[in-house]
């Protein structure tokens, strides 16, 4: 089974613009969490996304959005970037399934870096 | 809501020697509790994770965690330390099997590892 996989893996932007971050989750997964993880410290929840619905949220401005397709990709789009958006973030997958609904599987992450 | 604290955010122990990460949950219902680890420049990856079973947990690499409920602990250990363990270590918590659980991490501990 193919893991998450994330594009792009490096991306530069400056202040102001608008980036779209990708994710491809993996088989048989169908919630997708984004989070943003500033240099030396731990990831921060971003949002969720269950069956195309946002159903989680955590402290981040509304230029942080997102959609998932009915494949169950995501993307993460955050407008008017500030210097401190710069991060890795960190898209991770996982099962509808009891067994399995708790345990992310993580992507390598995108870096992005706002100038 | 539920959090983690890891304390120290970094941790050096000799090869060989007991590596001991420290983590304390809050929680307001029975919580699932979880240990990721990130090397450099990847996504996590999870070690071990407790889901109310035995309190005594298991993982890859030689890991293993005991959830304590009344020290509201569930502190990481292996007995023996090899220099590939070098890694940021990651506590998590999370309140439920729902798709709309959210899973949230602490801060972090960074393992070094001396020869």
């Known amino acids: 089974e193919t893991g998450v996989t994330q594009s792009p893996t490096h991306l530069i932007k400056t202040r102001g613009q608008q980036v779209t971050l990708r994710c491809s989750s993996q088989s048989g997964h169908n919630t997708v969490s984004w989070y943003q993880q500033a240099l030396g410290q731990g990831p921060q929840f971003i949002f969720q996304?269950?069956?195309?619905?946002?159903?989680g949220r955590g402290n981040f401005p509304p230029r942080f959005s997102g959609l998932q397709f009915p494949n169950y990709s995501s993307e993460l789009n955050v407008n008017a970037l500030e210097l401190n958006d710069s991060a890795l973030y960190l898209c991770a997958s996982r099962a509808g399934t009891v067994s399995g609904a708790n345990v992310l599987t993580f992507g390598a992450g995108s870096r992005l870096t706002v100038l | 809501a539920q959090s983690v604290t890891q304390l120290g955010s970094h941790v050096s122990v000799s090869e060989g020697a007991l590596v001991l990460l420290r983590c304390n949950y809050s929680s307001s219902v029975p919580p699932y509790l979880f240990w990721y680890v990130q090397y450099p420049n990847q996504g996590l990856q999870l070690l071990l994770k407790y889901t109310s079973a035995a309190t005594l947990v298991k993982g890859i690499n030689g890991f293993e965690a005991e959830f304590k409920k009344s020290e509201t602990s569930f502190h990481l250990t292996k007995p023996s330390a090899h220099m590939s363990d070098a890694a940021e270590y990651f506590c998590?918590?999370?309140?439920?099997?729902?798709?709309?659980?959210?899973?949230?991490f602490g801060s972090g501990t960074r393992l070094s590892i001396r020869p």
């Open positions: 998590a918590v999370t309140e439920g099997y729902s798709s709309a659980s959210k899973i949230i």
């Open positions: 996304y269950y069956r195309e619905e946002e159903n």
